[in-house]
């Protein structure tokens, strides 16, 4: 069978071509009974628009890039931040009649790809994720004037709005927490330096121990697993008398909890530990993981409220949404 065309629609509904063309791109210059007749002959022909003549029209794709700065190994693994993020975008999108392209830029050879696809007209919009210092596309994806959006305060100076949780605020109440339960050695496992939430819960950190007359003891991970087990052995033997971790991300403390077990400390009693993230997993660690809740499923959403705010021309503002201490039984 023949694709059914926009002539075989208007002859249905009796109108022009024009006419039924403005109903299927949405203008609203249309009468209601006219727009109406028309999306009766769509329903009973089964028509379905030409997405690429559509574009031609509307000057949209209705589709959003999601760009996230890191390799498939580290977007699809145990860290649930990405799929998290990734799906309630992606749900807040579908709501509004967008779909998402979701591309993986690492490294130069994919930043170059994803600018030149960007810049051939493929989507609408951009939504960027997990940003490095070095990273090269916020700054070139600005020069292009498409719109763009961030999961996080970028690390360079463009003027890109963005959604962030409250990175340091966040830090010091979990390291408060630490020192007003009389802890006097509290290390910190930092997130990588080269990310803006890396930097600003090192610097709620080192805050709270200023003001405590407690000295900084610092070890620097990548927010994996791995590398917060690697880091807590590394903290141990520069101090083995600390009696308190402050982890920049609950992934890393996972590792330093299994780190401080097999060298025979035991938490809380020797060492009290404190997270940031509040993943599902910090329920079922032995002991349960007391951490710093950050919504990321609203920050996601909001990323999307921002772009699709960007579309129409509005003013839009940085937003930054609260955390929560969630008080367990490892600190």
């Given at each position: 069978?023949?694709?059914?065309?926009?002539?075989?629609?208007a002859?249905?509904?009796?109108?022009?071509?024009?006419?039924?063309s403005?109903?299927?791109?949405?203008q609203?210059?249309v009468a209601?009974?006219i727009?109406d007749a028309v999306?009766r002959?769509i329903?009973e022909?089964g028509?379905?628009p030409n997405?690429?003549?559509?574009?031609l029209v509307?000057?949209?794709t209705?589709?959003?890039?999601?760009v996230?700065s890191e390799?498939?190994?580290?977007?699809?693994?145990e860290d649930?931040?990405?799929?998290?993020?990734i799906?309630s975008a992606?749900?807040?999108?579908e709501?509004?009649?967008?779909?998402?392209?979701?591309?993986?830029?690492s490294?130069?050879?994919?930043?170059?790809?994803?600018?030149?696809?960007?810049?051939g007209?493929?989507?609408?919009?951009?939504m960027?994720?997990?940003?490095?210092?070095?990273?090269?596309?916020?700054?070139a994806?600005s020069?292009l004037?498409?719109?763009?959006?961030?999961?996080?305060?970028?690390a360079?100076?463009?003027?890109?709005?963005f959604v962030?949780?409250d990175n340091?605020?966040?830090?010091?109440?979990?390291?408060?927490?630490?020192?007003?339960?009389?802890?006097?050695?509290?290390?910190?496992i930092?997130g990588?330096?080269?990310?803006i939430?890396g930097?600003?819960?090192?610097?709620g950190?080192?805050?709270?121990?200023r003001?405590?007359d407690?000295r900084?003891?610092?070890?620097v991970?990548d927010?994996?697993?791995?590398s917060g087990?690697?880091?807590?052995?590394?903290?141990l033997?520069?101090?083995?008398?600390?009696d308190?971790?402050?982890v920049?991300?609950?992934?890393?403390?996972?590792?330093?909890l299994?780190?401080?077990?097999?060298?025979?400390?035991?938490?809380?009693?020797?060492v009290?530990?404190?997270?940031?993230?509040?993943?599902?997993?910090?329920?079922y660690?032995?002991?349960?993981?007391?951490t710093?809740?950050?919504?990321?499923?609203e920050?996601?959403a909001a990323?999307?409220?921002?772009?699709?705010?960007?579309?129409?021309g509005?003013?839009?503002?940085?937003?930054i949404?609260?955390?929560?201490?969630v008080?367990?039984?490892?600190?």
């Open positions: 069978m023949r694709r059914p065309t926009l002539e075989a629609v002859a249905r509904a009796g109108v022009s071509r024009a006419t039924a403005r109903v299927v791109n949405g609203t210059t209601p009974h727009r999306q002959a329903d022909l028509y379905v997405s690429a003549a559509r574009s509307t000057q949209r209705d589709s959003i890039a999601l996230v390799p498939g190994t580290r977007v699809f693994s649930p931040m990405f799929s998290t993020a799906r992606s749900m807040e999108l709501a509004v009649n967008k779909q998402v392209v979701l591309m993986l830029a490294s130069p050879k994919s930043h170059a790809r994803v600018e030149r696809y960007i810049s007209g493929h989507v609408d919009g951009v960027l994720i997990s940003m490095h210092g070095a990273d090269p596309l916020p700054s994806l020069r004037r498409v719109p763009v959006v961030s999961y996080g305060r970028p360079v100076p463009v003027d890109i709005p962030d949780n340091v605020g966040g830090a010091e109440a979990g390291v408060r927490h630490l020192v007003e339960s009389g802890r006097r050695r509290i290390a910190t930092a990588p330096q080269d990310m939430a930097q600003d819960r090192l610097t950190y080192r805050n709270v121990l003001d405590s407690r900084s003891i610092v070890a991970g927010f994996t697993r791995e087990a690697v880091a807590m052995r590394q903290l033997g520069d101090d083995p008398g600390l308190a971790v402050f920049a991300n609950d992934l890393m403390a996972v590792g330093a299994q780190s401080l077990r097999q060298a025979g400390r035991r938490v809380p009693d020797d009290a530990v404190v997270g940031f993230d509040d993943i599902e997993a910090a329920k660690t032995e002991p349960p993981l007391t710093l809740r950050h919504p990321v499923a920050q996601a990323m999307v409220g921002l772009l699709l705010e960007l579309f129409e509005g003013p839009t503002e940085p937003v949404m609260p955390t929560e201490l008080i367990r039984e490892s600190a």
